[in-house]
Nanobody
């Protein structure tokens, strides 16, 4: 599965951005995830959604601010990011793995987007 990201950019604290991830095929049977890596830090899973699940996982620091979703008709994944703060500055990646396993935050993902920079600063 090929994943092509769009969105991202620079925003002031408190602002919003939406990341999109266009898949080359159906993601119905895939777990999907959004990851980020800030300079000098390890990559972390920000949010993910198991295949067939309506219960997403969120990193504690983004709960209530970020929303993951998928549009199966468009083969597109989204990450809506609201109330952004400077600690959210990072390179963001979408990922997918074809699996029925429901612990999406513990998976090793096979397919990755190219990454997009998100910068939050005043």
């Amino acid at each position: 599965l090929q994943l092509v990201q769009s969105g991202g950019g620079s925003v002031q604290p408190g602002g919003s951005l939406r990341l999109s991830c266009q898949a080359s095929g159906s993601t119905v049977d895939y777990a999907i995830g959004w990851f980020r890596r800030a300079p000098g830090k390890v990559r972390e899973v920000v949010s993910c959604l198991s295949s067939g699940s309506n219960s997403p996982y969120y990193l504690d620091s983004v709960k209530g601010r970020f929303t993951i979703s998928r549009d199966n008709a468009k083969n597109t994944l989204y990450l809506q990011m609201d109330s952004l703060n400077p600690e959210d500055t990072a390179e963001y990646y979408c990922a997918a793995r074809r699996t029925p396993w429901d612990q999406c935050n513990l998976l090793s993902y096979d397919d990755w987007g190219q990454g997009t920079q998100v910068t939050v600063s005043s």
